[in-house]
């Protein structure tokens, strides 16, 4: 209550001036009261704990508890305690959590609400505010601020047929015209045994069933490592749908990796130029291919994170990637838009070694120009788009 000191020096002129011995004991026991009551309400809320508890990766589509354990470690009780958590927008409605509640002295009290992770993203859970006064009002309120945390929304991650992508394609893994290596886990047939032939390869079962010695037969591989190429240059998507189509692209590589490392059993890697709410500012991002599931999560945490970034050319990006990759290597192209040098950098891959795949995010067809440009054997280009919310299944047509 600002108006409470302005009453005791009010009060204590009058007893002055009137010389009455009770107006005195008036103004010492208000006075006492406003002081003790200061002492108390500062004490307490400094020695309240604050704890809070909720799970800080999640996935689309999940509902995230977070509970805040509240412990006061002292014998005096808080009288009153209100507690307040900024939330954002896009996780909980109203973007915040609100409660009054009473702690007495070495009591606790919990707690939670929900976060429904509609959307992937980078977010901030908090500040959390605690402020406590007395039960009189007579002195300001006393306030302490808990830090922020954060949490990871993960992009979707849809089967390939709702994006219009075939489930086996050049994406994964190429034949090879000369077998340089074996994929040991693509068994095509079986063939009679011959001196040196590894024991490892013995078809144990066939063996059996025959009455002769037959060898495993594999397929040959040269794409043995995939790198998902993404473009999250604002200029390279169109403005009036900009947030559809950004993210199904990222939606989209979130698919492609999840098919290739967890389906495939293959490697996967990330390439991308984009804006990192947590190191805010442009990096660009350049996750090599690996089969491990741990990467995956990895190349998953990247996604929920970048945002679109006024990049430099995406041409050149694809070209510095290339020399990290060794020949033979798949390269999947992630983008919005078509141009010449984008139809150019992809002729030099192919040419170079490497195979090569495009993946349009956008619902128009294609000049006759670079339709033309398109169709170049060996290149397969897929569109993929649906104009509505992201809620739904995602759509997309193979061109």
Same mark, same amino acid.
């Given at each position: 209550?600002?108006?409470?000191?302005?009453?005791?020096?009010?009060?204590?002129?009058?007893?002055?001036? &009137?010389?009455?011995?009770?107006?005195?004991?008036?103004?010492?026991?208000?006075?006492?009261?406003?002081?003790?009551?200061?002492?108390?309400?500062?004490?307490?809320?400094?020695?309240?704990?604050?704890?809070?508890?909720?799970?800080?990766?999640?996935?689309?589509?999940?509902?995230?508890?977070?509970?805040?354990?509240?412990?006061?470690?002292?014998?005096?009780?808080?009288?009153?305690?209100?507690?307040?958590?900024?939330?954002?927008?896009?996780?909980? =409605?109203?973007?915040?959590?609100?409660?009054?509640?009473?702690?007495?002295?070495?009591?606790?009290?919990?707690?939670?609400?929900? &976060?429904?992770?509609?959307?992937?993203?980078?977010?901030?859970?908090?500040?959390?505010?605690?402020?406590?006064?007395?039960?009189?009002?007579?002195?300001?309120?006393?306030?302490?601020?808990?830090?922020?945390?954060?949490?990871?929304?993960?992009?979707?991650?849809?089967?390939?047929?709702?994006?219009?992508?075939?489930?086996?394609?050049?994406? =994964?893994?190429?034949?090879?015209?000369?077998?340089?290596?074996?994929?040991?886990?693509?068994?095509?047939?079986?063939?009679?045994?011959?001196?040196?032939?590894?024991?490892?390869?013995?078809?144990?079962?066939?063996?059996?069933?025959?009455?002769?010695?037959?060898?495993?037969?594999?397929?040959?591989?040269?794409?043995?490592?995939?790198?998902?190429?993404?473009?999250?240059?604002?200029?390279?998507?169109?403005?009036?749908?900009?947030?559809?189509?950004?993210?199904?692209?990222?939606?989209?590589?979130?698919? &492609?990796?999840?098919?290739?490392?967890?389906?495939?059993?293959?490697?996967?890697?990330?390439?991308?130029?984009?804006?990192?709410?947590?190191?805010?500012?442009?990096?660009?991002?350049?996750?090599?291919?690996?089969?491990?599931?741990?990467?995956?999560?990895?190349?998953?945490?990247?996604?929920?994170?970048?945002?679109?970034?006024?990049?430099?050319?995406?041409?050149?990006?694809?070209?510095?990637?290339?020399?990290? &990759?060794?020949?033979?290597?798949?390269?999947?192209?992630?983008?919005?838009?078509?141009?010449?040098?984008?139809?150019?950098?992809?002729?030099?891959?192919?040419?170079?070694?490497?195979?090569?795949?495009?993946?349009?995010?956008?619902?128009?067809?294609?000049?006759?120009?670079?339709?033309?440009?398109?169709?170049?054997?060996?290149?397969?280009?897929?569109?993929?788009?649906?104009?509505?919310?992201?809620?739904?299944?995602?759509?997309?047509?193979?061109?």
């Amino acid at each position: 209550m600002r108006g409470f000191l302005p009453f005791l020096l009010a009060l204590f002129v009058i007893a002055a001036v &009137l010389r009455v011995d009770f107006f005195f004991t008036i103004v010492y026991l208000l006075s006492l009261v406003y002081l003790l009551s200061r002492l108390w309400v500062r004490h307490s809320i400094k020695c309240l704990q604050v704890q809070r508890r909720f799970v800080d990766h999640a996935f689309s589509g999940d509902r995230v508890s977070v509970e805040i354990r509240v412990r006061n470690p002292d014998r005096l009780p808080v009288p009153w305690l209100e507690v307040h958590e900024s939330l954002p927008v896009e996780l909980a =409605a109203p973007p915040f959590y609100n409660e009054v509640v009473s702690l007495g002295g070495r009591s606790q009290h919990s707690f939670s609400y929900y &976060l429904n992770c509609y959307r992937r993203g980078y977010y901030a859970i908090g500040p959390l505010t605690l402020q406590s006064g007395d039960l009189l009002g007579i002195t300001t309120r006393a306030q302490v601020e808990v830090a922020s945390e954060h949490i990871i929304v993960y992009p979707r991650i849809l089967p390939l047929q709702e994006l219009g992508l075939p489930t086996h394609s050049p994406l =994964a893994v190429l034949r090879a015209r000369s077998p340089l290596f074996e994929d040991p886990a693509r068994v095509t047939g079986v063939r009679d045994y011959k001196r040196g032939d590894s024991m490892r390869r013995i078809h144990w079962t066939a063996t059996a069933s025959t009455g002769h010695l037959l060898v495993k037969q594999y397929q040959p591989a040269i794409a043995r490592e995939t790198l998902i190429c993404l473009d999250l240059n604002r200029q390279d998507y169109g403005q009036r749908q900009l947030y559809t189509a950004t993210e199904l692209a990222i939606v989209a590589a979130a698919s &492609l990796a999840n098919h290739i490392i967890v389906r495939e059993g293959l490697p996967a890697g990330l390439s991308t130029e984009a804006w990192d709410p947590l190191l805010d500012r442009q990096v660009r991002f350049s996750l090599p291919p690996r089969p491990e599931r741990s990467h995956l999560m990895g190349i998953l945490e990247v996604l929920a994170r970048v945002q679109l970034a006024d990049a430099g050319a995406f041409e050149e990006l694809l070209r510095q990637e290339s020399l990290k &990759l060794p020949w033979g290597a798949t390269m999947v192209i992630i983008t919005g838009r078509e141009s010449e040098p984008l139809f150019d950098i992809m002729v030099h891959l192919r040419r170079s070694g490497f195979a090569v795949a495009l993946l349009l995010i956008q619902p128009a067809r294609p000049s006759p120009e670079l339709r033309k440009r398109a169709d170049l054997p060996g290149i397969p280009v897929y569109r993929i788009w649906k104009a509505e919310e992201l809620d739904a299944a995602m759509e997309g047509a193979q061109r």
